[in-house]
């Protein structure tokens, strides 16, 4: 047993805020009672004194990179998923472009048997939405469902045509599973190393205009109000994008998006000849980025998502025109959507949710603190300072624009099926 005791719950799904003590007993859940109500029960169970800390659900990460299998000079599922931990989530949705695609139930299976054996947090594979991610024909979706995938995607490339995303997004409906797209115009995003603007030709770098994604956006809105499949935006970065989102909830469709900490926190005018401020989306205009903020406070953005894409120094430390996409996330999420607090521009119940009943409900689950839930936790200080250092980070790579840079508030225990699974 493990008693969670003088803790700040905060609980999105029911609305509480409130001192609140918690017993976890195996894997589930067993009590939530006021402070001191749960002695007589939790005798001889470990306790963890949450005091001056916020206990929250398990934080989610609808969408990662943890290589395995094929990139494991980057990342592995072991060294992944404990910087996951380290970060506060207690579960995590790999994206499917690995080596080879997880575009079958046997690569599905392979991946959630490995993290069986050494994951420090939940692994949810997503599949491929077509075979090899290449954007001729289905995957194998059915299968995948069944050996546990919980969405499909080809993250990393747009889903190639209007035909074959109707085809998924038939498909889908049926099984009752989003799809997640990464939105991109691939006629516009050609060659493109960052957004387009003043910083890409003072720069000297070739830039992509934010209609790559709006455009893809309105494609997939209006395929997806001809099948009425859910339908999910992965890694939002334009405003054009934001408005078609709220524009498809108003009409009552079935439409979610994400939004990572580094679109709402950097811009354009942040880039350097650094290959850690090189991801796709690219960093966006001031403007971009602050409507993407009015997203997170009125409701129309539904998850923050890491969008972790570990690199190994010999694939980054390269020129800014041939270095891959992509920076680490996880350990700096919670910190930077701190500073959204802390500036006042956000709620810290609206910030949990972003991480907790958000994504939950974009992926057809509950998440909340009550009897009988899964014993998940994330319990963290929001005055806690301290510095990234992406040489003392769990990742096996270092790509992080944040290194060096001090943080308010962070991750002090991560408590996975009612084991502690990181502790500060």
Avoid at 386 to 409: H, I, L, Y
């Amino acid at each position: 047993m493990l008693l969670i005791s003088n803790g700040r719950v905060l609980d999105p799904a029911s609305g509480a805020d409130a001192p609140r003590d918690i017993l976890l007993d195996g894997d589930r859940i067993t009590a939530v009672a006021p402070q001191g109500q749960l002695a007589a029960r939790s005798k001889g169970a470990e306790i963890f004194d949450a005091a001056h800390l916020v206990v929250a659900p398990g934080f989610i990460d609808l969408h990662c990179h943890l290589r395995e299998p094929g990139g494991e000079s980057s990342e592995t599922i072991e060294t992944g998923t404990r910087a996951a931990a380290r970060g506060g989530f207690t579960a995590v949705c790999p994206m499917p472009n690995t080596r080879p695609v997880n575009d079958n139930a046997s690569v599905t299976r392979s991946i959630l048997e490995r993290a069986s054996a050494v994951s420090s947090v939940r692994v949810w594979p997503i599949g491929a939405a077509s075979a090899g991610s290449k954007g001729e024909a289905l995957a194998e979706i059915a299968a995948m469902k069944q050996a546990g995938i919980v969405a499909v995607s080809d993250d990393g490339r747009p889903i190639a045509s209007a035909k074959l995303l109707r085809q998924v997004m038939d498909y889908c409906r049926a099984l009752d599973l989003p799809v997640i797209d990464h939105c991109e115009d691939s006629s516009l995003f050609a060659g493109a190393v960052m957004r387009e603007g003043k910083q890409s030709v003072r720069l000297g770098l070739r830039g992509m205009p934010a209609a790559t994604e709006s455009l893809a956006v309105a494609r997939d809105v209006q395929i997806g109000e001809l099948t009425n499949c859910r339908l999910h935006i992965a890694h939002l970065s334009a405003r054009a994008s934001l408005e078609l989102v709220r524009a498809a909830r108003a009409k009552g469709l079935p439409v979610t998006c994400e939004v990572t900490p580094h679109h709402f926190t950097l811009t354009d005018e942040d880039v350097q000849y650094d290959s850690c401020y090189k991801m796709n989306p690219p960093l966006a205009s001031r403007e971009d980025r602050d409507a993407l903020i009015a997203g997170l406070i009125d409701g129309t953005v539904d998850a923050i998502a890491t969008d972790h894409a570990p690199h190994e120094p010999a694939l980054k430390d390269v020129e800014f025109d041939r270095a891959p996409f992509g920076i680490t996330g996880f350990e700096t999420a919670l910190a930077l959507g701190l500073d959204l607090v802390y500036s006042g521009r956000l709620s810290l119940m609206r910030l949990v949710e972003l991480f907790t009943s958000g994504p939950a409900r974009v992926l057809g689950m509950k998440r909340r603190i009550a009897e009988n839930e899964p014993g998940d936790l994330t319990i963290f200080s929001t005055d806690h300072n301290w510095t990234f250092r992406a040489e003392e980070s769990a990742s096996k790579s270092r790509n992080s624009p944040f290194d060096g840079r001090s943080f308010r508030g962070a991750p002090m225990a991560t408590i996975v099926a009612g084991r502690i699974a990181y502790r500060r």
